[in-house]
């Protein structure tokens, strides 16, 4: 049979559950693995088996975790990322924690267990996720069972074309039970300061789908709470001693406490070895966290550097002439997460702008060429100045390289806050000390 007369054949059985959103066979007990090989050109493969755990219902949707495992087969074969999240039977979902470390944790979730469309007849992507990129699924052959579809990852605002980053393949649904059953795909992206691309070729097959009964639901649920409890007065922590700059908190023993107690408490949770992970990043980034709160510390609450900029188009900006609190944004083209900073902007300028806060953004990268065209290929108005000095950068306590950065100084010209990074988090820690100086 032809494909386009196949293809009708299911667009009709699909359309006769017209107003029907196609949904997963979820419920508590839920137990989704999935097996995944990936190679990055030039080396050995890598073995993962990604896991789905759905714990408990709320009305209409359910608590789960996602799961990742290294070392697959081998003896050393261990839990190696968690995140938790919650899922609706279409699966759309909601991430309750933000943390930059697990960001690809949700990349990954949104990628093998999309939201689906109404009915597989139609070209559909998924939302957006935290850093800014969504899935697009495009029907091209229908076979007995399932659908093959064309896949790629895009950039909300050709941030990807930016980037330099490209992923693509195809991926198989099944069309009774809904799961996705195997994807395959290719990402090609640059090498930091280099003209050299990496390749990562990735498979993942749904092994199985298992019901699970109400002890296996029970007993990992109460595992998860235990550690996630923890994971978050870990980043609670951190946060709070990342801000209380007035005494440079820069002892973090209570927070390095948490999980000595979780593992002493938790001999037997199959969370143990990630928990351990967890407690010797914490151990070996205390210097570098350190050192970053000294930078802060020695600038936050003193005077701005004087300087003058250019931008893009030769126009002069002068930080004294400027009687407004001001918005300093420094990014570069090479950065994801400075695009994502960038685009956001529109924000702070709808809420913040007409209250008198004036909001630069300074782009760091060797040419103008290079931030026109960013902001050109990103379909963006707003004016970027320009800066090649690092004493600028180094000044304001911003380490080299660290990149997105933002500065807020007051109408006095001091520096009121440095934040490094982007996301949810720093936005919202952002705008309350925006709201704090307006």
């Not at 659908?147 to 009774?176: H, L, M, N, P, W």
């Not at 992206?189 to 070729?201: D, E, F, N």
């Not at 070895?273 to 510390?297: D, F």
Request: overall charge neutral.
């Amino acid at each position: 049979m032809p494909f386009k007369q196949a293809f009708l054949g299911v667009f009709l059985i699909l359309t006769a559950r017209a107003g029907f959103a196609l949904e997963y066979p979820v419920a508590v007990g839920t137990h989704a693995i999935f097996d995944a090989h990936t190679t990055v050109v030039g080396q050995f493969p890598t073995k993962w088996r990604y896991e789905l755990w759905v714990l408990d219902k709320r009305k209409d949707a359910f608590d789960a975790v996602w799961a990742i495992y290294s070392g697959v087969g081998q003896p050393n074969e261990t839990l190696a990322g968690a995140i938790p999240l919650t899922m609706k039977a279409d699966g759309s979902k909601t991430f309750p924690m933000e943390r930059q470390a697990t960001y690809a944790l949700q990349e990954q979730v949104e990628s093998f267990v999309p939201t689906l469309p109404p009915q597989y007849d139609q070209v559909w992507r998924g939302p957006p996720s935290t850093s800014g990129w969504y899935c697009s699924y495009q029907p091209v052959e229908v076979l007995a069972d399932r659908v093959r579809c064309s896949f790629a990852q895009y950039g909300v605002d050709k941030i990807d074309q930016i980037a330099g980053t490209e992923t693509v393949g195809e991926v198989y649904f099944d069309t009774r039970y809904n799961w996705m059953r195997e994807l395959s795909f290719s990402t090609k992206q640059p090498q930091m300061g280099s003209a050299q691309y990496s390749i990562t070729q990735a498979k993942v097959t749904l092994a199985q789908v298992l019901q699970r009964d109400e002890k296996w639901a029970s007993e990992r649920k109460e595992e998860a709470k235990e550690f996630f409890n923890v994971l978050k007065k870990h980043d609670d922590s951190l946060l709070e001693a990342n801000d209380r700059l007035s005494d440079a908190t820069l002892n973090i023993s209570a927070t390095l406490n948490l999980w000595p107690k979780f593992l002493e408490k938790n001999v037997s949770s199959r969370f143990h070895q990630l928990a351990k992970n967890q407690y010797g990043v914490l151990q070996t980034s205390v210097p570098s966290l350190q050192q970053i709160w000294s930078h802060r510390k020695k600038v936050v609450g003193g005077p701005s550097p004087a300087w003058t900029l250019k931008d893009t188009q030769g126009g002069t900006y002068a930080l004294q002439s400027f009687p407004n609190p001001i918005l300093l944004l420094f990014w570069t083209r090479t950065s994801w997460w400075s695009l994502m900073a960038l685009r956001e902007l529109k924000e702070f300028q709808n809420e913040f702008q007409s209250k008198g806060l004036l909001i630069l953004p300074i782009n760091v990268d060797n040419t103008d060429r290079e931030a026109t065209q960013a902001l050109t290929t990103m379909g963006s108005s707003v004016v970027t100045l320009r800066n090649t000095d690092p004493n600028l950068v180094m000044a304001y306590g911003i380490p080299l390289g660290m990149y997105p950065s933002t500065v807020l100084i007051d109408k006095d010209k001091k520096i009121r806050d440095v934040r490094y990074g982007w996301g949810n988090q720093v936005k919202q820690e952002l705008m309350k000390r925006i709201k704090d100086l307006l």
